[in-house]
């Protein structure tokens, strides 16, 4: 099994493509510093290398007075400096910039059914006229997310909260065999098995009925895991296919654009969301990080649409032609469950839509803010809300892995709940092995839940959706869930967080450069 798997990785595009990138990455100082050394004149020799320390002067001082992220500034301001010329270079080639490759760009321009999907006309008014108008916390919320993202606060006449991804896969099985209309699925990861097969066998059936049924998957989350043309198999077997934002062996900021969203929209009414893939791991069929535990939410209404409007939106940079977009508007009742789905998108420099939600939920709460996140890798604001939320008395818990999926990113998590903890904040290590639930609760009232995990890579890099509830009766599920959790968790001790200096020293060279993990 082991050679069969070693086979597949050596003959894969993936290993291909690492290998290119790679070459490309030692191309640069090695053609450097050739034609450095290659240069018999000393005034020649010493005019290039002033010219270099002033590139990367000049470059430095372009990183302190930019817009991004403090984190970011440190973290690229290192290798700018302390390796010239190649920090520069690789500065000047992976930098964050409004400019992506053309197919993310077509994304971020105004696609022909914005108007008509993102906002609508009544749908906000009526949601000012319920439970948003009485508070003033939730009407901020759905203000900034329809002034950033043009997706309005609406509301669901019907939710369903999954505690486990078993829960989820068997709900997701009887939503998908009720379509009538449409099918959309957009997932991270793809990977045959129990899950993904169950899924697929629906979908070609109702393909055959004239069901109009469409996948979105990831290229780098579904690599190795499904084949290289697996978007054309599946257009063989009836089922619409985008493998979105192909990995390619150029240095660019764009491989890291991922689409880690988890959406599957039935007939524009029904929508599931959450940190669920449809993967053998997140239902528990097997077992790489011992007992996986995920979280996921239905909804029925009128938010469904908004859901659409972020697929649609991706989905247009395939699709050739145009379509009618009318047919996609949700026709449904109104609800009684206040809430708003929102997308968060790399292309929108200094806005992150669902980091700056946490941000307020955090400073708006009074008695508890509960958190699960598979990966703690925090920017300062972040971390100083948490402390300042602490130090007024808040009770806040953060809970996250035992067993690691990734190792590196798990020392980097660590490092920072080490300080939380020295803070007063309570950090639970789910002891049964790997959770990558996503959520955030508070005070009985405010929930979030989706597919954003807390790390620089899911708030300023990836496509991510959640949705954002305010109502209680939501509330009270994940808030029982996450209490039930902490049972089955190990609460770490400042006693625990004490540890060798090599480790220590590990986890803080890892931390230096978090925000490009």
Same mark, same amino acid.
């Given at each position: 099994?082991?050679?069969?798997?070693?086979?597949?990785?050596?003959?894969?595009?993936?290993?291909?493509?690492?290998?290119?990138?790679?070459?490309?990455?030692?191309?640069?100082?090695?053609?450097?510093?050739?034609?450095?050394?290659?240069?018999?004149?000393?005034?020649?020799?010493?005019?290039?290398?002033?010219?270099?320390?002033? #590139?990367?002067?000049?470059?430095?001082?372009?990183?302190?007075?930019?817009?991004?992220?403090?984190?970011?500034?440190?973290?690229?301001?290192?290798?700018?400096? #302390?390796?010239?010329?190649?920090?520069?270079?690789?500065?000047?080639?992976?930098?964050?910039?409004?400019?992506?490759?053309?197919?993310?760009?077509?994304?971020?321009?105004?696609?022909?059914?914005?108007?008509?999907?993102?906002?609508?006309?009544?749908?906000?008014?009526?949601?000012?006229?319920?439970?948003?108008?009485?508070?003033?916390?939730?009407?901020?919320?759905?203000?900034?997310?329809?002034?950033?993202?043009?997706?309005?606060?609406?509301?669901?006449?019907?939710?369903?909260?999954?505690?486990?991804?078993?829960?989820?896969?068997?709900?997701?099985?009887?939503?998908?065999?009720?379509?009538?209309?449409?099918?959309?699925?957009?997932?991270?990861?793809?990977?045959?098995?129990?899950?993904?097969?169950?899924?697929?066998?629906?979908?070609?059936?109702?393909?055959?009925?004239?069901?109009?049924?469409?996948?979105?998957?990831?290229?780098?989350?579904?690599?190795?895991?499904?084949?290289?043309?697996?978007?054309?198999?599946?257009?063989?077997?009836?089922?619409?296919?985008?493998?979105?934002?192909?990995?390619?062996?150029?240095?660019?900021?764009?491989?890291?654009?991922?689409?880690?969203?988890?959406?599957?929209?039935?007939?524009?009414?029904?929508?599931?969301?959450?940190?669920?893939?449809?993967? !053998?791991?997140?239902?528990?069929?097997?077992?790489?990080?011992?007992?996986?535990?995920?979280?996921?939410?239905?909804?029925?209404?009128?938010?469904?649409?908004?859901?659409?409007?972020?697929?649609?939106?991706?989905?247009?940079?395939?699709?050739?032609?145009?379509?009618?977009?009318?047919?996609?508007?949700?026709?449904?009742?109104?609800? !009684?469950?206040?809430?708003?789905?929102?997308?968060?998108?790399?292309?929108?420099?200094?806005?992150?839509?669902?980091?700056?939600?946490?941000?307020?939920?955090?400073?708006?709460?009074?008695?508890?803010?509960?958190?699960?996140?598979?990966?703690?890798?925090?920017?300062?604001?972040?971390?100083?809300?948490?402390?300042?939320?602490?130090?007024?008395?808040?009770?806040?818990?953060?809970?996250?892995?035992?067993?690691?999926?990734?190792?590196?990113?798990?020392?980097?998590?660590?490092?920072?709940?080490?300080?939380?903890?020295?803070?007063?904040?309570?950090?639970?290590?789910?002891?049964?092995?790997?959770?990558?639930?996503?959520?955030?609760?508070?005070?009985?009232?405010?929930?979030?839940?989706?597919?954003?995990?807390?790390?620089?890579?899911?708030?300023?890099?990836?496509?991510?959706? !959640?949705?954002?509830?305010?109502?209680?009766?939501?509330?009270?599920?994940?808030?029982?869930?996450?209490?039930?959790?902490?049972?089955?968790?190990?609460?770490?001790?400042?006693?625990?967080?004490?540890?060798?200096?090599?480790?220590?020293?590990?986890?803080?060279? #890892?931390?230096?450069?978090?925000? #490009?993990?």
């Amino acid at each position: 099994m082991r050679l069969k798997k070693l086979g597949k990785l050596l003959t894969s595009k993936f290993l291909l493509v690492c290998f290119l990138l790679l070459v490309e990455i030692a191309i640069i100082p090695a053609a450097f510093y050739w034609f450095l050394f290659s240069i018999h004149s000393t005034w020649i020799f010493i005019s290039l290398c002033a010219a270099v320390i002033l #590139l990367d002067i000049v470059i430095g001082i372009f990183i302190i007075n930019s817009e991004m992220n403090a984190e970011y500034k440190i973290a690229w301001l290192v290798p700018v400096l #302390l390796i010239p010329p190649v920090g520069a270079l690789l500065y000047l080639t992976l930098r964050r910039r409004p400019r992506p490759r053309r197919q993310l760009k077509e994304i971020a321009k105004k696609f022909s059914a914005m108007d008509i999907l993102y906002t609508r006309k009544g749908a906000r008014t009526d949601a000012s006229a319920g439970s948003f108008a009485s508070d003033d916390f939730a009407r901020s919320c759905a203000e900034y997310v329809e002034k950033t993202t043009r997706l309005p606060a609406t509301d669901c006449y019907e939710f369903e909260y999954f505690p486990s991804g078993e829960t989820y896969f068997d709900r997701l099985r009887e939503e998908l065999e009720k379509a009538k209309k449409y099918i959309f699925l957009e997932y991270f990861i793809l990977r045959p098995g129990k899950f993904w097969d169950t899924v697929l066998e629906i979908l070609r059936r109702k393909a055959a009925e004239g069901v109009d049924v469409r996948v979105i998957y990831d290229d780098i989350g579904s690599m190795l895991k499904v084949p290289d043309n697996y978007a054309a198999e599946l257009e063989r077997q009836g089922v619409k296919c985008m493998c979105f934002n192909p990995f390619r062996p150029v240095l660019d900021i764009a491989q890291n654009n991922r689409t880690h969203r988890k959406i599957a929209l039935i007939d524009g009414v029904t929508a599931f969301t959450g940190g669920i893939n449809l993967s !053998d791991e997140y239902i528990n069929e097997s077992s790489p990080f011992g007992q996986w535990k995920d979280t996921g939410v239905m909804i029925r209404g009128r938010a469904a649409q908004n859901f659409a409007a972020m697929f649609l939106q991706l989905w247009s940079t395939r699709a050739a032609e145009e379509e009618d977009y009318t047919k996609y508007l949700t026709d449904c009742p109104k609800g !009684d469950v206040a809430c708003v789905a929102f997308s968060d998108s790399p292309l929108e420099e200094c806005v992150n839509v669902c980091e700056d939600l946490y941000l307020k939920l955090i400073y708006n709460a009074k008695k508890y803010v509960w958190i699960n996140t598979p990966y703690l890798i925090l920017d300062g604001e972040m971390k100083r809300a948490l402390i300042t939320a602490a130090r007024s008395g808040v009770d806040v818990r953060i809970t996250v892995p035992n067993i690691p999926d990734k190792k590196y990113v798990f020392a980097v998590t660590k490092a920072f709940y080490s300080q939380l903890v020295k803070e007063g904040i309570r950090i639970y290590r789910y002891t049964p092995g790997f959770i990558h639930a996503k959520s955030i609760v508070s005070d009985d009232k405010y929930c979030i839940i989706g597919s954003t995990n807390m790390d620089f890579r899911s708030f300023y890099l990836h496509f991510e959706c !959640d949705m954002m509830f305010f109502d209680e009766r939501v509330s009270a599920k994940l808030r029982d869930d996450y209490a039930q959790t902490c049972e089955e968790c190990t609460e770490v001790t400042e006693k625990d967080i004490k540890d060798s200096l090599p480790r220590l020293a590990y986890r803080a060279f #890892l931390r230096g450069f978090a925000p #490009l993990m």
